[in-house]
């Protein structure tokens, strides 16, 4: 069974950084793409960074670009967003998920509260 387990959430003030991990445990698993996404109080799910697994290419939200930088450790069975200049919109809950044959986000973690204060 393939689990997605998200780290690195917490509370930073306007303009501070953080970075998110998210560990991909369970048997041999080599997904398309990874991604990561985010939804605040009363909103919508939405889409904040994906990254081809194999690849490494990488896509933004147009809310993120230039602040934040998905990566990943094949290794590791790892998947990352180091978030820079964080604003207060950007207080959500963050979620990993992964695709695993390009068909759609099939598998989700239980997300990471990110707290921003102005």
């Known amino acids: 069974q393939v689990q997605l387990l998200e780290s690195g959430g917490g509370l930073v003030q306007a303009g501070g950084s953080l970075r998110l991990s998210c560990a991909v445990s369970g048997r041999t698993f080599s997904p398309y793409r990874m991604g990561w996404f985010r939804q605040a109080p009363e909103k919508e799910r939405e889409f904040v960074a994906s990254i081809g697994w194999s690849a490494g290419n990488p896509y933004y939200a147009d809310s993120v670009k230039g602040r934040f930088t998905i990566s990943r450790d094949r290794a590791k069975n790892t998947v990352y967003l180091q978030m820079n200049n964080l604003k207060p919109e950007d207080m959500a809950i963050y979620y990993c998920?992964?695709?695993?044959?390009?068909?759609?986000?099939?598998?989700w973690g239980q997300g990471t509260q990110v707290t921003v204060s102005s």
């Open positions: 998920a992964a695709d695993r044959q390009g068909s759609g986000w099939s598998y």
